[in-house]
């Protein structure tokens, strides 16, 4: 299982769902501040097996954003 993270607080933003399939490098989704915004990057292969927060709520920074799980 990959678990990604927050880099800071702010408002998540997914482009994904629970179940889709993801490749090394996709954008799953954005963090976003007055002055920032981070894309949420998928590590490695794998399908989405968690999504933490609901689209557009606020996270801190460290909150566990998504969790993948490795492709069968």
């Not at 990959?2 to 996709?26: C, L, N, Q, R, S």
């Not at 501040?33 to 794998?46: H, R, V």
């Amino acid at each position: 299982v990959m678990k990604i993270y927050a880099p800071f607080a702010g408002i998540v933003h997914y482009f994904v769902d629970e179940g889709d399939p993801v490749e090394t490098g996709m954008q799953l989704g954005t963090v976003e501040t007055i002055k920032l915004e981070a894309p949420i990057m998928a590590p490695g292969p794998g399908i989405v097996a968690k999504v933490s927060f609901d689209d557009f709520s606020d996270v801190t920074g460290g909150d566990e954003l998504l969790e993948l799980e490795a492709k069968n």
